[in-house]
């Protein structure tokens, strides 16, 4: 049984390293240990340009349990012209596109995830070519798959509802986080790290992701600088890479006076994240839409007092472990933000209810699921025909 499984995203030099490419690479990790006996599992790759090769090999030497298939026929080619992927990859039982969208196949099932659909739900935080191909090729994928893999129950619903999905072919599978996201062990040495690579003091809010519209930046600012008006000392960290539609977004917070006290790290490294997780006075993901929220849980994992949007999956991901508040309610954030960053009772709860939560989501449990979408979508297969 050869399953291919599409890396193709997580090669490209201009994929944002965030949710979705950490879960790419979490579950692809695991997939080959935990396949049935005779399955085995290849990463597939289709690209144009040679620039993205070395994205390639780091990619596969990153996960070493998979063997590596190369198509250089450029994807957009290979959508118009409807190219099935034997023709490109060989013969193959099952094709999983991780990122939104699938090829045709002759007779491979398929298998699509389907991480939210913020392209028809906030289009105007996405640029509009993007918006445009996206509404052409991922319903149309959707429709095709044999099983939908989603990342929460929310993001199942919207695709049941908005892409007439049967929901019986919609598989809702939460994400898992690392074992290495652990509370601080040695705060003092975290913090001078943080000082000396980044300029952080201690104190800060944090938010970590990449910085774009809709993970409601300007809203964030705005109430930062509620709090520092109440007196506030700490610094508000946006850690991430900037994203999509990033410089129009920036500009109306300059323009508006709320980037003052706010610091932007730019993408910080992977041995970094848990020390700004553990030592931040309080987590902010207060985004309009997400189609999980990674960042929720990692905090909690750390033993960061999380502030999350009451909106989307965010209040799904907490499950009742974090403040939900209103992301259009600058004052709102702000309130919560300061009851999360204040010591005492209140804040303690936090930390200790978002560890108990933080711990039920593992990689090695979101891996098995996928095993058992890949044995449903394979059922569904012979059950009706390629």
């Not at 070395?54 to 063997?67: C, K, R, S, V």
């Not at 700004?276 to 999980?292: D, H, I, K, P």
Request: proline residues 7%; neutral net charge.
């Amino acid at each position: 049984m050869r399953i291919l499984f599409d890396a193709t995203a997580m090669a490209l030099s201009t994929y944002h390293k965030g949710g979705a490419w950490r879960y790419g690479m979490e579950v692809a990790r695991r997939l080959p240990g935990l396949l049935p006996a005779g399955w085995h599992l290849d990463l597939y790759f289709n690209f144009f340009r040679s620039r993205h090769l070395q994205g390639m090999q780091e990619t596969a030497a990153a996960l070493p349990g998979a063997g590596t298939v190369l198509s250089r026929l450029h994807p957009r080619l290979v959508r118009a012209l409807r190219i099935p992927a034997e023709r490109l990859a060989g013969p193959h039982d099952l094709f999983h596109g991780p990122f939104d969208r699938i090829p045709r196949t002759r007779r491979a099932a398929r298998v699509v995830t389907i991480h939210d659909l913020a392209f028809l739900r906030a289009p105007e935080g996405l640029p509009r070519a993007w918006v445009e191909e996206l509404k052409r090729t991922v319903p149309d994928s959707a429709r095709r798959a044999h099983r939908v893999i989603t990342v929460s129950e929310f993001s199942r619903r919207d695709i049941v509802e908005r892409l007439g999905v049967p929901p019986e072919r919609v598989q809702a599978i939460h994400h898992g986080i690392s074992p290495a996201l652990q509370p601080a062990r040695d705060p003092g040495a975290d913090l001078r790290r943080l000082r000396e690579r980044y300029g952080i003091a201690p104190g800060f809010v944090l938010y970590l992701g990449t910085l774009q519209p809709n993970k409601n930046i300007e809203g964030l600012c705005h109430a930062y600088q509620i709090l520092r008006r109440r007196g506030f000392g700490g610094q508000l960290v946006l850690a991430g890479s900037q994203g999509w539609l990033y410089e129009e977004m920036w500009a109306r917070i300059e323009a508006r006076g709320h980037d003052r006290g706010v610091l932007q790290t730019g993408f910080v490294d992977d041995e970094d994240i848990p020390r700004l997780y553990a030592n931040c006075t309080a987590f902010a993901l207060l985004s309009f839409l997400e189609g999980f929220g990674i960042p929720v849980i990692e905090a909690m994992a750390c033993g960061a007092p999380v502030v999350a949007a009451e909106a989307c999956s965010l209040p799904e991901v907490a499950g009742g472990a974090a403040l939900l508040v209103d992301p259009h309610d600058p004052e709102a954030m702000a309130d919560a933000l300061e009851r999360a960053a204040t010591p005492g009772p209140e804040r303690e709860a936090l930390v200790r209810a978002g560890r108990e939560r933080a711990a039920a989501f593992t990689w090695e449990a979101s891996a098995r699921q996928h095993v058992e979408a890949y044995e449903a979508a394979l059922r569904t297969r012979d059950e009706e025909g390629p």
